[in-house]
């Protein structure tokens, strides 16, 4: 061997020695950094965004790292993650670290576990900056057992996975490269209850390049192209029905199937996707009827459309047929509001089944104030759907149902019966209309619905509205009729009363009732009679017995309003005797009173202010509350009992006490001017009698009587009145 060839030969060999003293040094520094801490602190310098730890690492070549024990976790916005794997192996090129580049060749992990949650305050994204470090994952492959917790859903199974993404980090570029995931024996569960069993999940995905900060959430999904097929075992349900029809249910296992072939393609679900879900339940009646069926529902991809088929088997006491067909004329995700998805929906449901609540109806009756409906029941029919609104064809009957009406301070409660229907009137304008039917039924006030005030057959409330679904409730008119309701003790009206001074002491009596509610017209009120037989009515110191009838009609300004206008009312009183005091002997006596203006609430007590026009048999029983008959002058017991005479006078209850001002009574022989305030203990007031030129004034006061002769009308006519003047 020459000199010069000998020289170079121990050039290279140094060379080689050099290069290979220059690897082990470099991988004892990168092992010593990666196992005493100093890579953790340079990796971790922004813990509250990334943090990576492991337990140990081995770095056998230049970028390929092995860790075990990882752990790694970070925040973005208001999502936190962590990942955790006991060894995680890749391959790092380094010389795009030069370039502010992270490119991981390649990357596996063994048996996962992957935690995705909401955090507990948004952590805000750094600033822009278009020199930001990219990172690259090119393959990304996991071959073991996989547990992923969203929240408090946990889905887990052997996964088979393959994935490509690069992103920039501080909002730069982001691209999910074709990626695909198999997971075999997969079960998803949520908290204690498992929702999929030994499925299998297989899907394959890709994400379109574009700015983090532009599509955020579910914005996402016009980038995305998803293939998605699941096939699995679902669970079943365990169906409970009380005595009230109100169902229980809790999920149980089962041999259930659920088979989906989802596509999703830029925002759209795509062509041939289709959903199949199969769900045994075990269903039990409060008798103790047992039944076991699947429910089946059914989800289509249709030209421009999206179909749904639902079917339920039979519930004992809830459900003998249900069966629901629906289409809905969208295909984009997600999904629009429901208030912009309504006109696109297009179905029919076929139902026979009971209910246990009528909740679903209220909101058609918001407008109609005070009045409220619920009750339970089974109903049967068919609901028709076109473009979001119910159509004709839809019709409804309700059997073997308990409702309860609550309607002008009133609650009315029975056995009931109902029909419903979709129909358009002379001018083609679709509506709803339905007739609800109480056969018998128990009346009480609102404010005290366990104290009944009597009970009734056949209360009638009829329901029209026309328009569209959203047009119903601003059109609703509600109309309440019935007749003859049995009233068998007026006692129980005295909660109406002021708690003073005047008293319903017995009878019996029936009330008819034809009221109205009416949101387009801003109507609210109609009639209702009430008659009574041999009532009695205490009037101070004073018991009256007769047959009473009183005819009221009722206006409200508003829908809204409590208080009603009563002009038109009339009471009129027949067969009237005084009861006490027992001298006076007054009998066959009657009166009719015509309100001329007025106003009178439906609450406990009643609030009621009223200015009447009376015709009068004569007016011994008005006299009789102020003083015995033998009490007064003799001229004046003349003339008591001596014709027909008429009068006005006005009636307002203030406080607990019924007041009458202006009282004005007269006839051919004589006059008589009066005010009473009648409240607990002996009734006060004043009372000026004339007769020709004699008069006669009288002061109640305490139970006294004083009698005032000389300028008795001035005496009078000086006495403060109970309510202001009119």
Known sequence: MSPAAGARRNRLWRALRWTVLLALAWLLVSNAALNVGLAEALINRKPERFQLHWGRALMLWPGHVTLW?????????????????????????????????????????????????????????????????????EDVRVDSPLRLHLGDTLIEGHARAQARWSQQLRGGR????????????????????????????????????????????????????????????????????????????ELQAGQGQVHAQ?????????????????????????????????????????????????????????????????????????????????????????????????????????????????????????????????AEGTQLAVDEA???????????????????????????????????TLEDYDISPLAAPDQTLGAGRKLTLDLAARGTLEQLRESMQAHLRFQNARLPDLRRFNRYLPSQGVRLLAGSGRINADMQLDVAQARNGGRFTLTAQAASVGLGEMVMRGDLQLDTHLQAGKLSDRVFRIHGTQLSIRKAAIVEPADERVEN?????????????????????????????????LLAIYARKKQFPSWLRRVIDAGEATASARLQRVDDCMVIEDLAAENSRFDVLGRLRLCAGPPAGQLYARWGIVGLG???????????????????????????SK
């Open 589 to 621: 006596w009657w009166a009719t009173a015509n309100v001329r203006d007025g106003r009178m609430s439906l609450e406990q007590p009643m609030e009621v202010s009223a200015l009447a026009d009376v015709t009068l048999r004569d007016v011994a029983p």
């Open 69 to 137: 024990n990882a752990d790694m976790s970070g925040q973005v916005r208001r999502q936190s993650w962590a990942i955790q794997s006991p060894r995680i192996t890749g391959r790092i090129a380094l010389l795009p670290l030069l370039h502010k580049e992270l490119r991981i060749l390649r990357l596996s992990g063994v048996a996962p576990q992957i935690w995705v949650q909401r955090a507990e305050s948004e952590l805000a994204s750094p600033p822009p900056r278009e020199d930001a470090m990219r990172l690259a994952f």
């Open 698 to 724: 009288l002061e109640l006061l305490a139970g006294q009587r004083q009698f005032h002769l000389k300028g008795a009308k001035n005496w009078y006519e000086q006495q403060p009145g109970y309510l202001p």
């Open 402 to 436: 308990e409702f309860t009406l609550d309607a002008w301070s009133h609650r009315f409660r029975g056995q009931a019966h109902a029909q419903a229907k979709l129909a358009s009137n002379a001018e083609g304008v679709s509506g709803a209309e339905a007739q609800i």
């Open 174 to 249: 982001f691209e999910l490269q074709p990626s695909t995931l198999e997971l075999s024996q997969a079960r998803v569960s949520h908290g204690a209850q498992l929702w999929l069993d030994a499925a299998t999940v297989t899907a394959s995905a890709r994400i379109d390049p574009h700015l983090r900060g532009e599509y955020r959430g579910l914005a996402m999904l016009e980038k995305l192209t998803l293939n998605l097929g699941v096939d699995g075992r679902a669970p079943g349900f365990r169906l409970r029905v009380d005595e009230r029809f109100k169902p229980s249910h």
């Open 262 to 390: 989802l596509l999703l393609d830029h925002g759209f679900l795509g062509d041939a996707s289709q959903l199949d879900l199969q769900v045994p339940l075990d269903a039990q009646g409060h008798a103790g009827v047992a039944t076991q069926g699947d429910a089946r529902l059914a989800l289509r991809t249709l030209p421009n459309a999206i179909g749904l088929e639902m079917a339920l088997p039979q519930i004992p006491d809830l459900v003998q047929r249900l069966e629901a067909r629906m289409q809905l004329s969208e295909r984009r995700l997600p999904l629009s509001p429901w208030s912009d998805l309504w006109p696109r929906i297009q179905g029919e449901v076929d139902l026979d089944a009971r209910f246990s609540s009528l909740d679903f109806v209220q909101p058609l009756l918001e407008r109609l104030h005070g009045m409220h409906l619920d009750g339970r029941g089974a109903v049967e029919g068919r609901v028709a759907i076109r473009n979001g609104q119910l």
